[in-house]
C-alpha cells in the first residue's frame, strides 16, 4: 500500500529533474534575447521588378569576403531557387536560379523547388560558410507538382552539387523525395503538406546520428483527427550519409496551441543552440506573421521564448508579414533577415540590425 505513492513520487521528482536538466534557465533565455535582438530596422534589401513575382524565406552564407543569399521567388506557377550576392549585407545584387523549373511536367518536383541550404557553419559569430560532405554540398527543399502558391502536395527533396554554390547553376537532385504525407511512417502532425527543411551537422550526435533535420509540416490539428488549415509544427529527421533520412522520434518538437510554427534555422551560442523560427495567427499575438527563437541544449527539448517577438510587423513594407528568419552575427553587428509582407502582399527581403546602420531606399514597385 505503501509502494504506489513511493513510486509515483519517485517519477514525479525523476521528471522534474529531467525537465531541469533539458530546460534553458529563464535567465540564459534573457541573456540569449539580449544577444540577438535587432531593434534598428534597416528596411528592404531584395525586391523583384514587377509586383508579379514575390521573395521569399533567404538563407545568409559567407564565402571569401562576400556574402552570398539563397532566396526563394514565386512568379505564379511555383517557386524556385536563387541565388544573390553582397559585399556588405545590405547591398546585394541577384545572380540566377539554382533550382529551375523543370521541363518535364511529369516529374514530382516540376512545379515547386524551394531550397535552403544544408551544413552550415552553425557557431554564432563564425565563419557561416557551407560545409562539404563527401565532396558535395548539400540543398534541402520543399518539391512538388502542383501548380500554384504551395499547391498540391508537397514534399522534401535533396538537392547536392559538386560545383562552387557560389556559381549560378542548376544542382543535382535525387530523383525520389525524402519524405512525403503519404509515407507509411507519417505522423499525425505532418498528414498533409510538408515545409521548409533546415539540415545541420552534430559532431557530438546527441541524437545518435551525425546529421539532424528540423521541419515543419501540415497535419491534423490534434489525434481526434480535428482538421484545420492553419497548424504548422516542428519535427526533427535523422541521417547518417545525407541520403537516408528516418523520422525522430513521434512527436513535434516545438509547436504551439493554434496557427503556425516554422521554418526553424539553428545557430549555436555560447554552447546553447538556438532555433530561430516564425509564428503566425496565433491567439495571442496582434501581429499575423512574426519571428521568435526557442533554445536546447540537447537538440530535442526545446524552451520556448515567452517575451517580445524579434521581429513584427511595423512598417509600410512589412505591415502584414515579418517572418521566415536568418540570423547571424558579424563584426558586432546582428543581422536580422526576413521575408516582409505589405498589405498589397507585395513580398520582399528585409532586414533588421542590432545597431543603427541607416535606412535602405529600396522599395517595392508603386501600382
Known amino acids: 500500500m505503501i509502494r504506489t505513492p513511493l513510486i509515483l513520487l519517485y517519477s514525479l521528482l525523476a521528471s522534474i529533474a529531467f525537465a531541469q536538466k533539458t530546460s534553458v534557465p529563464a535567465t540564459e533565455m534573457q541573456q540569449l534575447y539580449d544577444e540577438v535582438k535587432t531593434p534598428y530596422k534597416y528596411g528592404l534589401v531584395m525586391v523583384t521588378e514587377d509586383n508579379s513575382k514575390k521573395m521569399d524565406c533567404p538563407t545568409v552564407f559567407r564565402k571569401g569576403k562576400h556574402w552570398y543569399m539563397t532566396y526563394l521567388q514565386y512568379d505564379g506557377r511555383g517557386y524556385e531557387t536563387w541565388l544573390a550576392e553582397s559585399k556588405d549585407l545590405l547591398h546585394w545584387e541577384n545572380k540566377g536560379r539554382l533550382l ?3 521541363a518535364d511536367t511529369t516529374l514530382w518536383d516540376a512545379h515547386q523547388k524551394a531550397g535552403y541550404n544544408a551544413l552550415q557553419d552553425t557557431e554564432w559569430n563564425g565563419s557561416y560558410e557551407l560545409k562539404t560532405y563527401q565532396n558535395k554540398y548539400w540543398m534541402s527543399y520543399i518539391g512538388g507538382n502542383g501548380r500554384g502558391y504551395e499547391a ?3 514534399s522534401i527533396g535533396m538537392a547536392y ?10 544542382w543535382q537532385r535525387f530523383p525520389k523525395p525524402l519524405f ?5 511512417d507519417t505522423r499525425w502532425w505532418e498528414n498533409r503538406k510538408l515545409f ?13 546520428h551525425r546529421f539532424v533535420m528540423y521541419y515543419n509540416a501540415n497535419g491534423d490539428s490534434a489525434k481526434n483527427n480535428l482538421k484545420t488549415r492553419w497548424f504548422e509544427r516542428i519535427g526533427m529527421a535523422v541521417s547518417d550519409d545525407m541520403e537516408h533520412w528516418q523520422r525522430f522520434e ?8 493554434v496557427g503556425i510554427t516554422g521554418d526553424a534555422v539553428l545557430q549555436k551560442i555560447k554552447g546553447t543552440w538556438v532555433m530561430f523560427y516564425f509564428g503566425a495567427f496565433w491567439e495571442d499575438q ?10 536546447s541544449k540537447d537538440l530535442v527539448h526545446w524552451t520556448d521564448w515567452k517575451g517580445s517577438n524579434l521581429i513584427e510587423p511595423s512598417e509600410p513594407y512589412d505591415e502584414l508579414y515579418a517572418h521566415k528568419s536568418f540570423v547571424l552575427k558579424h563584426q558586432g553587428v546582428v543581422y536580422h533577415f526576413y521575408c516582409a509582407v505589405n498589405k498589397k502582399d507585395q513580398r520582399g527581403i528585409a532586414v533588421a540590425t542590432s545597431k543603427d546602420v541607416g535606412k535602405s531606399e529600396k522599395e517595392f514597385t508603386k501600382e
Open 180 to 184: 512525403t504525407a503519404k509515407d507509411p
Open 161 to 170: 552539387t559538386t560545383k562552387e554554390p557560389t556559381q549560378v547553376h542548376e
Open 286 to 295: 496582434k501581429a499575423k506573421g512574426f519571428n521568435r527563437f526557442a533554445a
Open 196 to 208: 521548409k527543411s533546415s539540415v545541420i551537422e552534430d559532431p557530438q550526435r546527441l541524437t545518435g
Open 250 to 257: 513521434a512527436e513535434p518538437v516545438l509547436q504551439h496551441p
Open 100 to 102: 529551375s523549373f523543370s
Open 152 to 154: 498540391g502536395d508537397l
